[in-house]
């Protein structure tokens, strides 16, 4: 069975940096890396909102961002221990969501995780 | 605001048949990218419901069904039932913003 398993969220304040981790696994046909690797996310009862991507090696391992975080947030995996991270810098308020890791097939939005929840708040 | 619109709520009486509407534009469902729905039960991830705008998953009930025409799609949920109640959420690519974007969501409430 397909898992995706997030960790790293919590309460930091404006301005500050937290990385979220993603470990996959259970993966049989594709693997976990031979994805394009996602992060989404949703502010508090709000709707959901792409926060961009890293590419799987055939198509050159590059990221995309949403607006919002270009600049600020980095997606980055480890191929060898099949985990994705999002290193996020200059935290600020509008960033508090939960934030959801995925794989993306083809433009849709296949495994998600459990999500982790990220509060910026001083 | 949303790039995909979506009604925010919409309900049912058991065994009725619903449609959750999304409408896009010339840049995203028009320009003949695929449309994908999501259901959300509150506190837990979404899960992916229809992909490539009527192709159900391994598990999906076939009482969900999508149809996309234009700059619009549509959910469809025929034989409403109690489990169905939840938010859910149409999905597309945007070659303006050369991003993924969502609907702004539609609660289905089961009377």
């Known amino acids: 069975e397909v898992q995706l398993v997030q960790s790293g969220g919590g309460l930091v304040k404006p301005g500050e940096s937290l990385r979220l981790s993603c470990a996959g696994s259970?993966?049989?046909?594709?693997?976990?890396?031979?994805?394009?690797l996602t992060w989404v996310r949703q502010a508090p009862g709000k709707g959901l909102e792409w926060v961009g991507h890293?590419?799987?090696?055939?198509?050159?391992?590059?990221?995309e961002y949403a607006a919002p975080v270009k600049g600020r947030f980095i997606i980055s995996k480890d191929e060898s221990t099949d985990t994705l991270f999002l290193q996020m810098t200059s935290l600020r308020s509008e960033d508090t969501a939960v934030y959801y890791c995925?794989?993306?097939?083809?433009?849709?939005?296949?495994?998600w995780g459990q999500g982790a929840l990220v509060t910026v708040s001083s | 605001q949303s790039v995909l619109t979506q009604p925010p709520s919409v309900s049912g009486a058991p065994g009725q048949r619903v449609t959750i509407s999304c409408t896009g534009s010339?840049?995203?469902?028009?320009?003949?990218?695929?449309v994908h729905w999501y259901q959300q039960v509150p506190g837990t991830a979404p899960k992916l419901l229809i992909f490539?705008?009527?192709n159900r998953p391994s598990g999906v009930p076939d009482r969900f069904s999508g149809s996309k025409s234009g700059t619009s799609a549509s959910l469809a949920i025929t034989g409403l039932q109690a489990e169905d109640e939840a938010d859910y959420y149409c999905?597309?690519?945007?070659?303006?913003?050369?991003?993924?974007?969502f609907g702004s969501g539609t609660k289905v409430t089961v009377l």
């Open positions: 890293i590419k799987n090696k055939a198509d050159g391992l590059t990221t």
């Open positions: 995925i794989t993306e097939y083809f433009y849709y939005f296949l495994h």
């Open positions: 999905q597309s690519y945007d070659r303006s913003l050369t991003a993924s974007v």
């Open positions: 010339s840049s995203n469902i028009g320009a003949s990218f695929h």
């Open positions: 490539d705008n009527n």
């Open positions: 259970g993966f049989s046909r594709l693997r976990f890396t031979d994805y394009y």
